[in-house]
T-cell receptor
Framework: DGGITQSPKYLFRKEGQNVTLSCEQN?????MYWYRQDPGQGLRLIYY???????QKGDIAEGYSVSREKKESFPLTVTSAQKNPTAFYLC????????FGPGTRLTVL | KQEVTQIPAALSVPEGENLVLNCSFT??????LQWFRQDPGKGLTSLLL?????REQTSGRLNASLDKSSGRSTLYIAASQPGDSATYLC????????????FGKGTKLSVIP
């Protein structure tokens, strides 16, 4: 089955720790995206990549980092510099339209 | 900067009723508009994509319209069912190259049996 997978589904982090969220797609899409969703808020763009080895900051990139070494993979690292990381994180890829993964819920303890 | 507004924030209807969800955007220079469905704790499922040159798109009981000049889109759901209960999100693409979507906050729909 073609699609987007995100892991883990739930992630708990202690303050001061970096954590990496995984996103993999087998849709052969060039473009991939990371969004953050907070309760009662619309999705906000963190980073996006239109091609391997290239990525751009979105609206809220501070405290996050990404890499795009393979077409299929676009991992997101939430660093200790992110002041309020508790949120639902969604990865997407784009063919003619954007398709989304199931999300990772990150909680800072 | 593009802003997307969805009204109402929440809607409760009895099963079988037809309903309309509204989406408005501030900058009419868009390339396309996408409607999504989100179930609690889940990712987004794409429902309909309307290109800027189109007036409407249909899929089953769903019909989405686009009036680019007035900055509005509507999602019409016919003969609502309890399984339609979810949050519906509208997103606007204002850039052809980067395809960056600007999202509304969504309308939470509850269909009562």
């Amino acid at each position: 089955d073609g699609g987007i997978t995100q892991s883990p589904k739930y992630l708990f982090r202690k303050e001061g720790q970096n954590v990496t969220l995984s996103c993999e797609q087998n849709l052969n899409h060039d473009a991939m995206y990371w969004y953050r969703q907070d309760p009662g808020q619309g999705l906000r763009l963190i980073y996006y990549s239109q091609i391997v080895n290239d990525f751009q900051k979105g609206d809220i990139a501070e405290g996050y980092s990404v890499s795009r070494e393979k077409k299929e993979s676009f991992p997101l690292t939430v660093t200790s510099a992110q002041k309020n990381p508790t949120a639902f994180y969604l990865c997407a890829s784009r063919g003619g339209e954007q398709f989304f993964g199931p999300g990772t819920r990150l909680t800072v303890l | 900067k593009q802003e997307v507004t969805q009204i109402p924030a929440a809607l409760s209807v009895p099963e079988g009723e037809n309903l309309v969800l509204n989406c408005s955007f501030t900058d009419s220079a868009i390339y396309n508009l996408q409607w999504f469905r989100q179930d609690p704790g889940k990712g987004l499922t794409s429902l309909l994509l309307i290109q800027s040159s189109q007036r409407e798109q249909t899929s089953g009981r769903l019909n989405a319209s686009l009036d680019k000049s007035s900055g509005r889109s509507t999602l019409y759901i016919a003969a609502s069912q309890p399984g339609d209960s979810a949050t519906y999100l509208c997103a606007v693409n204002s850039g052809a190259g980067s395809y960056q979507l600007t999202f509304g906050k969504g309308t939470k729909l509850s269909v009562i049996p």
